[in-house]
C-alpha cells in the first residue's frame, strides 16, 4: 500500500487512487487551505492558497524536501510523498497570499450575505495576519447589474478563484460566464446579451468561496447564522438529491445540495433549489375540515380524527369492495406503509393506487454542448419524472397488494360507480387530479382527501386533512437508481397542519409516536424489497437498496 | 382635681376610678407612642444610612403611622387553608395581651408610697403594691413567647415551625440571665417591689441609682432583655435570609400588625424596667429628687422618667442598626457561656458584700473587676473556653478534617 | 467533584484581644459611626418626580437610530445588533438599496424595518458595541410612557426622530462619532488612511519577523 506522510502522520492510500495532496491530507483529518479548487472541477491552482512544503522518503529512509512551496491541489501524491502543511515557511506563505486576496477585497462583511459562512472570514480568521499593510486605495470595480435571473454578481467581492467560471464549462457545459481582462483588471463577466440563466446555475453561488456570487432569492433574507438547517432530500425530481433545509423560526429560507456521491454529487438544479415556494404558500391547508353537504361541521382535529376513522369503517362494512386509498408518490415510504396496511386492515379487498406520476419532457442531461445537446460522461441530470419517491411507494404496495394500479384505473372506477369510498394521500404542489375529472369524484360517498394546498378535490371533500410539507416531515424517500435517503422534519408547518406521518398513526390507532427510524424497522421486516431500511438511522447518504430481489422488484412496470 | 372626677361617680364605683383612669391612659399611650415609635425608627435607620425614610404622608412623613395603619387594617386578612385556625387567631392576641399585661406593675411616675384605694390620688401605676413585681414580669413577658410558638405552630408551615422553635429556644435559654441579673438587686434592696426598688434609689439621691452598685447587671439585663424581646441583633426567630419571615411567615394585616405591636410594647417595657431598676426612675439631680415640692414637681418627675425611657428607646433603636444578626450558636454561646456565668458571679458578689456587711459601693469595683476578668480570660493564649479547632498538618493532606468554626 | 483537601487553605479565626473579647468598643465604634450619619445627614437619594434625575454620563436609555451626513439612515441591516441582543428585540427587515437612485448609490443594503421592542429591551447596550457603523446609540431619555405595547414598539422613523431630537443634547454622542458614517459602511474612502486594522504600536504580533495569528 503506497503511503503518504502528512505534518509526521502516514496516510495509507489505494493503490489505484490518485490524490492530490488536499485529499490526501483530509484522509488525516489535516485540513489544506483552498479557494480554487473544487474536487468535481478541474484544477487551475490560481488561488495559491493551497501551497505546502513537500518531498520524497527515499527508500534508505532519508527525506529530500523540495526547495520550493508546490500547490497542494495541483500535485499528486505517490508512495513516500512527505507533506508538510504547518511549518513556518507555509504559514508564512498563507498569511501572504491572504493578504494578497485581501487587497482589494472590500471589508463589508456587514451587509455581505456570505458572512457567516465566508472561505475569507474562515481563513483570515485561521491562518491570516489579522491586518493589512496595504497603503494604496483599494481598486473597487463596479457591480455588475445583470447576470442572470438568480445570481447576482458583487464584482468588488471576487478574488478570482474561477470556480463559477469552469462550473459552467464543466458541469452545465453552457458557458455562460468568463473572466475578462487582465491582471488587476480581471473580473467575471457574462458574454454580452447572454446571462447565465442555466438550469444549474444556482450552483455558483454554493461554490463561490465568498459573497461575490448571490442568490437573488435569499438576498439579504436572512443572516446564515440564524438559520437552522437539517438533512433533507429534494422533492422536485425522482434525482432525490441530498439537500440542506434551511429555516429560522419556521420560515424557509433556502436549499443548499449537500454533497452525495450516491445521490447526485454535489449540485442540484434550480428548479428544486427555488422550487419550495409552495411550502409557504397562501393556499396550505392549515385547519382540518369536516364537511357534510357542503357545510364546514368541525376543524377540530381532536373531533375529525374520531369521525374519519368511524366513516372509513363504515364504508369498508357496507361496500368492502368498493374501497380504494390513493397514495402519492410524493409520500414517504413510512405514510405509504401506514396507510396501505391501515386501509387493508379495515378492508382485505381495498384498492390501493398510487397517484398521479407526473413526467415533464425528458430527461435533462448536464453538460451541454453548444448546441444544447448532452454530452457524456452525464455529470448532472435532472429527471423527467416529478416526483420524489415513486419507487419507495410501488415497492410497498407491490408487497401489500401484489401490484400496483394506476390513479387513472381507479378514476374509471369511480366514474362508473364501482368505488364508492376513496381515501387520498396527497403531497404533490402540482395536485393530483386534473380539472376535468374532479367531477367523477361526485359519485364517490366518502372522499378523504390529506393533502398540502387546497384544491377543487378537497373542497368536494367530506374529510380534508392537512398534512406536512416534505421539509415539515421525516420519513423517507427512495430515489431513481433505489437509493433510500431520509428527510428531516426542518420547520413546523403552518396552522394545524401534521406531519402525515402522524396522522396517519393517529388514524390507525397504532400505538406510540411517529417515528420513522422504528417504523422502517417494521417495514424492513414486511416489506423485503426494502429490507436495507433495517438499520433504521440511513445516515447523511441513504442506503442503496440493492439487494438482488430488491432490484428486480423495483424495475419499473 | 382628680378628687373631682372621683366624686363623679356613685359611692361603690369610687375606688375604681383611678386605677381604671391608669389603665385607659397607659393602654392608649402606649398604643400611639408605639406607632409612632416605628416611624422613628424608620426614619432613624434611613438617616444612619443616608436616605430620607418615609417623606410622602403628612409633613416629614408624620401621618405614616395612621397610613400604616390603615393600611393594615384594610388589608385582605389571610388565613391560609393549612393552618390550625383557632390557634393561628388566638396567637397574635396572645402576645398583645401579654405585653400589656406585664406592664401593669410597671411605674410610669412617683408612685405615691401611701396609696390607699380611693384616696383622690392618681396612683401612676395599674397594679400598686404588688411585692413579687418583677417576677410578674419576667413571668408574664416570657408568656409573650407563647404567642410566638402558637402562632409559628399554627401556621403549619416549616418556616414558621423553625422561627418558633428558635424563639423558645432563646427565650428560655436568656430566661436565666435576666432573672439572675436582677437577684442581686433584689438582695440588695430585700424586696422584689419595683416600686420599692425605684423609692429606694430615690431616696438616696443620685449616689443611690442602682447602676453604681450593679453596673454588670445592668449590662446583663439590657442584654438579656432585649433578646427576649426578640429585637435586632437578637431577632433570629423571624430571620428572612434563612426564614423567609420565621413565625410570621403565614401572618397578613392586622393580625400580623399586632405581633409588631407586642414587640414594641416589649420595648417600652424593658426600657421602662431600665431606667427604674438601675437608673433611679423618676430621679434626677436638683430638678426631681425625693423632696422636691414645687408646683408642678410630679409632671416633672414622669417627664424626667420618660426621658429617661425615650433615651434607653433610642439606644435600643440605634444598636438595631448597627449591629448584625448573630448566628445561632453565638446567641446561644453568649448566653450560656458569658451571661450566665457572668450574672452568677455577680449574684456571688453581691452575696459577700452583703455576708462581709461590706459598703455596698464595693461593688462597683468588684463588678468591673468580673467584666475584665471574663474578657481576660477569653483572651488568654490558651483559651481553656474555647473548642480549638484541629487544623490539618502540612503533608497529611488526606488526614481527618474538622471543621474550623 | 469533591474539593481535593491540598486544595483547601484552612483558617483559623484570628484570636481577640481583650478589648475585642469585651465586644464593647466594636459596639460603640458601630454606634459612633451610625450616630455620625444621623448627625451629619447628607441624603443621597434624588427627588426624582419633583426634581430632574441626575443621569451618570453612561447611562443608558431610549435608542435612536442615526443618520448621516446626509440625512439617511446610518444603518446598514447587518443585523449585528439583533444577533447580539440578549432580550431579542430587535427585528429588521433588510432591502436592497434602490439602485437607480443616485442618493444611495453607495450603499447595497438598507433596512426596510426597523423595530426595537422597548418593552423587551433590558437596556443593556450589546447593540451599540456590536454596530459596525456607529448606527444604534442608547440615549439619556428615561422616561418612558406609553398607553399600549404597540406604542412601546419603536419603528425605524421614530427611531430617527428620536435622534433628530437629541443630536443636540450635548449628551448623547458621547460614545460614537456623530454624523460621519462607521468604518464599514464608508469602505472606499477607509484605504487611504492606513491599515484596515489598526496596529497598535506595542503589538508583538506585529513587529515580529513573522507576526503571529491573531486569534
Not at chain 3, 484570636?15 to 450619619?37: C, I, K, Q, S
Amino acid at each position: 500500500m503506497p503511503t503518504v506522510i502528512v505534518n509526521n502522520k502516514p496516510v495509507e492510500i489505494g493503490a489505484s487512487e490518485r490524490l492530490n495532496c488536499i485529499q490526501a491530507a483530509e484522509r488525516v483529518g489535516v485540513e489544506i487551505p483552498h479557494y480554487c479548487y473544487h474536487h468535481d472541477l478541474s484544477v487551475v491552482a490560481s488561488c495559491r492558497m493551497c501551497l505546502v512544503e513537500m518531498g520524497d522518503k527515499k527508500p534508505d529512509g532519508t527525506i529530500a524536501m523540495q526547495p520550493k512551496l508546490f500547490p497542494g491541489c495541483q500535485t499528486p501524491v505517490k508512495d513516500g510523498t512527505v507533506i508538510v502543511t504547518d511549518s513556518k515557511k507555509v504559514k508564512d506563505a498563507q498569511k501572504a497570499t491572504l493578504e494578497y486576496l485581501l487587497l482589494n477585497h472590500p471589508l463589508d462583511c456587514p451587509v455581505c450575505d456570505q458572512a457567516g459562512e465566508c472561505g475569507l472570514q474562515d481563513y483570515s480568521y485561521e491562518y491570516g495576519r489579522g491586518y493589512s499593510r496595504l497603503q494604496e486605495p483599494k481598486n473597487i470595480k463596479p457591480d455588475k447589474d445583470y447576470i442572470g435571473d438568480q445570481i447576482t454578481l458583487f464584482t468588488d467581492r471576487c478574488i478570482m478563484c474561477t470556480r463559477c467560471v469552469r462550473f459552467t464549462r464543466e458541469i452545465s457545459g453552457t458557458a455562460e460566464l468568463q473572466v475578462v481582462s487582465r491582471g488587476t483588471h480581471e473580473e467575471i463577466d457574462i458574454f454580452p446579451g447572454d446571462p447565465c440563466n442555466n438550469k444549474l446555475a444556482g450552483n455558483v453561488v454554493d461554490l463561490c468561496p465568498v459573497g461575490a456570487l448571490c442568490s437573488k432569492d435569499f438576498l439579504y433574507e436572512q443572516r446564515v447564522w440564524w438559520l437552522k438547517s437539517k438533512n433533507s432530500v429534494c422533492p422536485g425530481c425522482s434525482t432525490g438529491c441530498s439537500i440542506n433545509v434551511d429555516q429560522n423560526n419556521d420560515v424557509l429560507y433556502r436549499l443548499k445540495p449537500r454533497e452525495n456521491p450516491q445521490a447526485q454529487g454535489a449540485f442540484m438544479c434550480d428548479e428544486g433549489r427555488f422550487g419550495w415556494k409552495y411550502v409557504h404558500a397562501d393556499n396550505r391547508l392549515t385547519l382540518p375540515e369536516q364537511r357534510a353537504n357542503g357545510q364546514i361541521i368541525s376543524k377540530n382535529w381532536d373531533a375529525i380524527l374520531p369521525a374519519v376513522r368511524n366513516a372509513l369503517k363504515e364504508a369498508a362494512l357496507r361496500a368492502p369492495n368498493k374501497f380504494a386509498a390513493v397514495i402519492s408518490p410524493w409520500a414517504t415510504v413510512e405514510e405509504a406503509y401506514l396507510l396501505a396496511t391501515y386501509v387493508r386492515k379495515l378492508s382485505p379487498t381495498a384498492k390501493l393506487a398510487i397517484g398521479p406520476i407526473r413526467t415533464v419532457g425528458e430527461d435533462d442531461l448536464y453538460p451541454k454542448d453548444v448546441h444544447g445537446k448532452p454530452v457524456t460522461p452525464t455529470k448532472f441530470t435532472i429527471h423527467a419524472e416529478k416526483c420524489p419517491n415513486r419507487r419507495g411507494v410501488e415497492a410497498v404496495l407491490k408487497q401489500i397488494q401484489g401490484s400496483v394500479i394506476e390513479f387513472s384505473s381507479v378514476l374509471n372506477q369511480v366514474s362508473k360507480g364501482e368505488i364508492e369510498a376513496l381515501y387520498v394521500l396527497g403531497g404533490d404542489p402540482e395536485g393530483w387530479i386534473a380539472d376535468a375529472d374532479v367531477i367523477k369524484l361526485d359519485k364517490l360517498k366518502l372522499l378523504v382527501v390529506q393533502d398540502l394546498l387546497a384544491s377543487a378535490a378537497s373542497a368536494k371533500a367530506q374529510f380534508v386533512l392537512p398534512g406536512g410539507a416534505w421539509a415539515e416531515k421525516d420519513g423517507t424517500f427512495v430515489n431513481f437508481k433505489g437509493l433510500a435517503q431520509a428527510i428531516h422534519r426542518g420547520l413546523r408547518g403552518p396552522g394545524e397542519a401534521r406531519p402525515d406521518g402522524r396522522i396517519l398513526m393517529e388514524l390507525s390507532e397504532k400505538p406510540g409516536m411517529f417515528q420513522a427510524p422504528a417504523l422502517r424497522k417494521e417495514i424492513a421486516k414486511a416489506v423485503p424489497a426494502l429490507a436495507a431500511l433495517s438499520v433504521g438511522d440511513l445516515g447523511e447518504l441513504g442506503v442503496p437498496l440493492e439487494t438482488a430481489a430488491a432490484k428486480s422488484e423495483l424495475q419499473p412496470a | 382635681m382628680l378628687d373631682k372626677l372621683i366624686n363623679l361617680f356613685p359611692e361603690p364605683a369610687r375606688p375604681y376610678v383611678a386605677p381604671i383612669l391608669a389603665i385607659v391612659i397607659v393602654l392608649n399611650v402606649n398604643l400611639g407612642v408605639c406607632s409612632y415609635l416605628i416611624l422613628l425608627e424608620r426614619k432613624l435607620s434611613a438617616w444612619m444610612q443616608d436616605r430620607h425614610g418615609p417623606n410622602r404622608v403628612g409633613p416629614w412623613g408624620l401621618l405614616q403611622p395612621l397610613a400604616d395603619m390603615g393600611k393594615l387594617l384594610l388589608k385582605e386578612d389571610v388565613i391560609p387553608g393549612h393552618v390550625n385556625k383557632v390557634l393561628f387567631v388566638l396567637a397574635p392576641g396572645i402576645s398583645v395581651f401579654t405585653t400589656f399585661l406585664a406592664f401593669a406593675v410597671v411605674p410610669f411616675g412617683p408612685v405615691p408610697s401611701n396609696l390607699t384605694p380611693g384616696d383622690g390620688q392618681f396612683p401612676f401605676i395599674i397594679a400598686p403594691g404588688v411585692d413579687l413585681g418583677i417576677v410578674f414580669i419576667f413571668a408574664i413577658g416570657s408568656l409573650a413567647v407563647y404567642g410566638i410558638i402558637l402562632g409559628g405552630w399554627a401556621s403549619n408551615n416549616k418556616y414558621s415551625a423553625l422561627g418558633c422553635l428558635r424563639a423558645s429556644a432563646q427565650v428560655v435559654s436568656y430566661e436565666i440571665p435576666l432573672g439572675m441579673s436582677v437577684v442581686g438587686l433584689a438582695m440588695l434592696n430585700s424586696s422584689m417591689s419595683i416600686e420599692k426598688i425605684m423609692t429606694n434609689q430615690v431616696d438616696q439621691g443620685f449616689i443611690g441609682w442602682n447602676i453604681w452598685y450593679q453596673p454588670l447587671a445592668c449590662v446583663i439585663f439590657f442584654i438579656a432583655a432585649m433578646a427576649e424581646a426578640q429585637r435586632l441583633p437578637f431577632d433570629l426567630a423571624e430571620c428572612e435570609q434563612e426564614l423567609i419571615g420565621g413565625w410570621h411567615t403565614e401572618y397578613s394585616a392586622m393580625k400580623w400588625g399586632l405581633f409588631f405591636l407586642a414587640e414594641y410594647t416589649h420595648v417600652i417595657t424593658i426600657s421602662f424596667l431600665t431606667s427604674i431598676l438601675f437608673f433611679g426612675g423618676w430621679h434626677f439631680p436638683f430638678i426631681a429628687e425625693a423632696t422636691s415640692n414645687y408646683t408642678g414637681a410630679t409632671a416633672v418627675k414622669v417627664a424626667v422618667l420618660l426621658s429617661k425611657v425615650f433615651a434607653v428607646i433610642i439606644v435600643i433603636q440605634m444598636l438595631r442598626w448597627t449591629i448584625p444578626r448573630f448566628r445561632f450558636d453565638q446567641l446561644m454561646g453568649l448566653a450560656w457561656k458569658g451571661l450566665i456565668p457572668l450574672a452568677t458571679v455577680n449574684v456571688l458578689l453581691v452575696m459577700i458584700v452583703k455576708q462581709f456587711d461590706l459598703h455596698t459601693l464595693w461593688l462597683f469595683p468588684l463588678s468591673i473587676a468580673a467584666f475584665v476578668a471574663a474578657g481576660l480570660m477569653a483572651t488568654q493564649s490558651s483559651r481553656p473556653f474555647a473548642i480549638k479547632a484541629k487544623l490539618p498538618v502540612e503533608g497529611h493532606g488526606h488526614g481527618h478534617h474538622v471543621h474550623a468554626h | 467533584m469533591p474539593i481535593n483537601p491540598k486544595d483547601v487553605d484552612w483558617v483559623e479565626e484570628p484570636p481577640m484581644n481583650f478589648w475585642e473579647a469585651t465586644f464593647l468598643p466594636a459596639v460603640v465604634d458601630g454606634l459612633r459611626a451610625t450616630g455620625h450619619h444621623v448627625t451629619h445627614f447628607k441624603p443621597v437619594t434624588q427627588m426624582y418626580p419633583e426634581e430632574a434625575a441626575d443621569l451618570p454620563r453612561h447611562y443608558r436609555g431610549v435608542h435612536r437610530l442615526n443618520r448621516d451626513d446626509a440625512g439617511r439612515v446610518k444603518c446598514v441591516a447587518c443585523m449585528m445588533c439583533a444577533t447580539a441582543c440578549p432580550a431579542r428585540c430587535i427585528d429588521i427587515v433588510a432591502q436592497e438599496a434602490p439602485k437607480d437612485d443616485p442618493k444611495w448609490a453607495d450603499r447595497d443594503k438598507l433596512p426596510n424595518s426597523f423595530v426595537i421592542d422597548e418593552l423587551k429591551c433590558i437596556y443593556c447596550g450589546m447593540c451599540e458595541e456590536a454596530c459596525p457603523v456607529d448606527a444604534i446609540e442608547l440615549t439619556h431619555i428615561y422616561d418612558l410612557t406609553g398607553m399600549s405595547r404597540q406604542e412601546m414598539l419603536f419603528d425605524k422613523e421614530k427611531l430617527l426622530s428620536v435622534f433628530d431630537q437629541t443630536k443636540d443634547s450635548g449628551l448623547d454622542p458621547i460614545r460614537t462619532h456623530k454624523g460621519r458614517l462607521g468604518p464599514a459602511s464608508d469602505f472606499q474612502q477607509l484605504p487611504t488612511l492606513g491599515p484596515a486594522t489598526t496596529v497598535v504600536g506595542d503589538d508583538r504580533s506585529a513587529k515580529a519577523a513573522s507576526p503571529g495569528v491573531i486569534k
